[in-house]
C-alpha cells in the first residue's frame, strides 16, 4: 500500500509536482492546474484543521472508509463539499510557486507524524489515525497529478 509515511513514495510525489510547469490540462474534472494544487494545500490541512463538518456516519466509517483506503481507486467524477471546491467557495489559489510549495510542505507535514499523532477525523470517514490519512493523502495527491499528466 502506497503511503507518504513511506519516505521513496513521498519523494515521487513531490518529483511529480515540482515538475509541474502551469501548461499541464486536466484529463477529467473542471479544476484548472492552479485550483487543484490549491485543493491539494487545503486537503492537506483536514487532518490538523476542522475544514469541514462530519458528515460520517456508520455506513461511510465501516464499509467505505477500508474499500477507498485500500481497495477502490478513487473515482474521477467524486464531488466535494463547497468547502474544498475551488470553483465555489474553497480556497483560492495563491501562484503556481506558492501552491506547489505549500502542497510539498503539507506531504511532508503529513508523511512525518509518528503514529501516535492526533490527527482529526475525516469529514466522510470518521476518525482516522495519522497512517489513514498517509494512504489517503496519497491516493488523493497522486489521483489528482494523474488528472493532470503528472
Known sequence: MKTIRDEKCRTELIARIEKLTGEEKAAWGKMNLEQ????????????FEAIMPDHSNV????????LVLYVLPIPKDVKVGPELDQQQDGRKPLGLDVDKAAAIESINKLGTLSENHDCLGHPFFGKMSAKQWAVMAHKHIDHHLRQFGA
Open 59 to 66: 455506513l461511510s466509517r465501516s464499509l467505505l472508509k477500508p
Open 36 to 47: 487543484m494544487l490549491s485543493h491539494l494545500v487545503q486537503s492537506g490541512q483536514m487532518p
